[in-house]
């Protein structure tokens, strides 16, 4: 197939988005597909965004960066020349990774164009509003996300959570696309005892948390874990609220941001791995504590819930609840049996949610979407009055 792939945000910016374009993008590539990705540019010189990508050409639009969050860009740019750019390469259909600004004219282009496309919801773009202090703009975020995936052949979604509520909202054509985990890098055969001296007293349990330092992330909710005896917390990533969160967490371990072995490394020497974000609408870092036989203890919103399964694989805490928060991490810091057979369970759950498996059944939802928007086509024309597919 001819596939292009829109992409809300992109290398060099390191996210869940990209990291799963990334694993899409190389399965394609095995299979022989002709892609083309669009994304918005590093910067305005465009200095530092990859031309190439696994082989696929990477059409860069400018962009200006997010007021407060650097790392983040908008593209500039109009739908027409969207549709522009996506005539010339003329795609069986569009893969759009968590629409919101570029995504939204890539939906729009498509329409206008006649294009299938497959809209993955990845963010909770109208959850930030109150955590960037824009509580009032809720409900109009909420709007946009409903016309896009109401314009869209096929969303996609990450969670049951996430499911019920696009559904909610009265989003159709739903389906759920979870996400793989590498269980050869993210392995309990990573444990780095040598790493672990370097953070952790003798004796100390390491508290693990891995993720953008942004306020929608609450990383800041962690404060209630800073001071518990015989353990070390340590915060891996970076972001806006990297400066606050040493001042709010002083006992705490900043490992910056890390990727490959080095993060593999890290996490599989985790004791418990926490997320205290309520915004997720899937959450990777826990599939891949969990592959590195690590147990988690989670906030009981979004995508967690699938994840976690309570008492068995780790704890799940009502949202808000950190006194929660801090038991349950304390009745696995405080009980070296109850926390390795958790880990044990929490390995077992992810084997067999491969990259390659997820992957394919994208590909077959690639197809669906081509028939939806086929017989849409027929309905607007008149040549049958059959129902869309719900």
């Excluded at 972001?239 to 969160?245: I, N, V």
Aim: net charge neutral; hydrophobic share 45%.
């Amino acid at each position: 197939m001819r596939i292009a792939v829109v992409a809300e945000s992109f290398l060099p910016h390191m996210n869940g988005v990209t990291h799963s374009l990334l694993k899409v993008l190389a399965h394609l590539r095995s299979r022989g597909d002709e892609v083309l990705v669009i994304a918005p540019s590093s910067s305005w010189l465009d200095d530092e965004a990859p031309a190439f990508v696994e082989g696929y050409p990477v059409h860069s639009l400018p962009s200006v960066p997010l007021s407060g969050y650097a790392n983040v860009r908008l593209a500039a740019g109009t739908v027409t020349r969207v549709r522009r750019i996506l005539a010339e390469f003329g795609p069986d259909v569009v893969h759009i990774a968590s629409p919101f600004v570029l995504g939204w004219r890539a939906v729009q282009a498509c329409a206008q164009l006649g294009v299938p496309t497959v809209s993955v919801y990845q963010t909770e773009v109208p959850a930030y509003a109150a955590h960037y202090g824009f509580p009032w703009l809720e409900s109009f975020l909420w709007q946009r996300v409903e016309n896009i995936h109401d314009a869209s052949s096929l969303t996609l979604v990450p969670s049951t959570f996430a499911l019920e509520q696009l559904r909610s909202h009265g989003v159709q054509r739903l389906n759920l696309w979870r996400r793989g985990v590498d269980t050869e890098r993210f392995s309990p055969t990573r444990y780095d005892a040598g790493w672990r001296s370097t953070v952790a007293a003798p004796g100390e349990r390491i508290i693990g948390y891995v993720g953008r330092l942004a306020a929608e992330k609450q990383v800041a909710d962690l404060a209630v874990l800073d001071a518990m005896p015989g353990t070390r917390l340590v915060i891996v990533g970076s972001g806006p609220q990297k400066e606050s969160l040493r001042a709010r967490l002083p006992r705490a371990h900043f490992a910056g941001f890390q990727t490959g072995l080095d993060l593999a490394r890290m996490v599989a020497t985790f004791d418990v791995f926490v997320h205290p974000g309520e915004s997720e609408t899937f959450c990777q870092t826990i599939q891949e504590a969990m592959a590195s036989g690590v147990p988690v203890v989670a906030v009981g919103r979004g995508g967690p819930l699938d994840l976690v399964d309570s008492s068995r694989t780790g704890w799940i805490y009502e949202p808000g609840d950190l006194q929660g928060l801090r038991a349950a991490v304390a009745d696995l810091t405080g009980d070296d049996a109850k926390r390795r057979a958790f880990g044990r369970a929490a390995h077992a759950s992810v084997q067999g949610r491969t990259w390659p498996v997820l992957c394919e059944q994208l590909v077959t939802y690639y197809g669906k979407a081509i028939a939806v928007q086929a017989r849409r086509a027929e309905v607007a024309s008149g040549v049958r009055r059959a129902p869309l597919e719900s």
